[in-house]
């Protein structure tokens, strides 16, 4: 995979938030679903206006988990739509516009492999997961099919410190060919207080993050805070980079974010996503 493909593909994994102090609280290793105590707390959609209105939609179960979610924009007559089936209170598929998509595989309760899923039902990526005493995110391999085979094409490690916060990730890219293409390391600087995360509320092109080590639907379901800052170096499509997220926070909920993202002296800002309740 070269660099172009894999940058047009990391910009589809995104997210957003404000700076504060970086908090000594321990991060949350367990399932963020357990921290959502009514229906009131739920994000029902959220919108982002560019000119036309994007909007992604959420529909629950009894349990407050998620059931179906879909994405859409003022200026057509259809949507994409996922839908989760459950075995023992845990998502193992979802089938998208009507299709197998994805399957969850697990291990000692947590997911140890995220499988996308082509025509035909043939594995198209993998996510392998590995985590650590305290059930946080240590590694995360992914690996794509060129020619009906899985290659790496990313390698990724956690580091926490001794309060458990997240600090550092280290992501080994490689091309098709298994060669590495780069080193990217990013730095945690700052968190959020706690909030409620849905994953599939903060993953959209519109946030233009690359973060995928962070910012994907497994981890950030181990989570309970997010990210304010990050620091990146090693991307040798952007150079040196500083990601700076803007949150408006009710309690525990997620009001308004956008995300700046600056490159040297150039600052780039996303639109504000408006979370509805």
């Known amino acids: 995979m070269n660099l172009l493909n894999r940058f047009a593909i990391l910009l589809l994994s995104i997210i957003v938030f404000q700076s504060c102090k970086k908090s000594t609280v321990q991060q949350s290793a367990g399932d963020n679903d357990a921290i959502i105590k009514t229906p009131v707390d739920l994000v029902k959609y959220v919108t982002w206006d560019v000119g036309v209105t994007h909007k992604l939609e959420f529909v629950y179960n009894a349990d407050s988990k998620l059931k179906q979610y879909s994405s859409g924009s003022s200026n057509l007559a259809w949507k994409h739509t996922g839908t989760f089936n459950y075995q023992n209170g845990k998502p193992t598929e979802m089938i998208y516009d009507g299709a197998l998509n994805t399957r969850y595989t697990y291990a000692n309760g947590k997911v140890s492999q995220k499988s996308y899923l082509g025509n035909g039902g043939a594995e198209t990526a993998r996510f392998n997961y590995t985590y650590n005493a305290k059930g946080q995110a240590a590694t995360l391999k992914h690996m794509v099919a060129l020619n009906g085979v899985l290659s790496l094409t990313e390698d990724i490690i956690y580091q926490y410190d001794a309060n458990g916060i997240l600090t550092q990730t280290q992501s080994k890219w490689y091309d098709e060919h298994s060669a590495l293409l780069a080193t990217v390391v990013r730095k945690y600087e700052s968190w959020s207080p706690v909030v409620y995360i849905n994953p599939f509320a903060l993953l959209h092109?519109?946030?233009?993050?690359?973060?995928?080590d962070v910012f994907n639907d497994?981890?950030?379901?181990?989570?309970?805070?997010?990210?304010?800052?990050?620091t990146e170096n090693g991307n040798p499509e952007l150079g040196p980079a500083t990601y700076e997220y803007h949150i408006t926070q009710t309690g525990k909920r997620i009001d308004k974010l956008n995300c700046t993202l600056k490159v040297g002296n150039i600052s780039y800002d996303t639109t504000e996503a408006i979370f509805h309740y």
């Open 218 to 230: 497994v981890v950030l379901s181990t989570l309970d805070r997010l990210p304010l800052k990050i």
């Open 205 to 212: 092109s519109l946030y233009q993050h690359q973060a995928q």
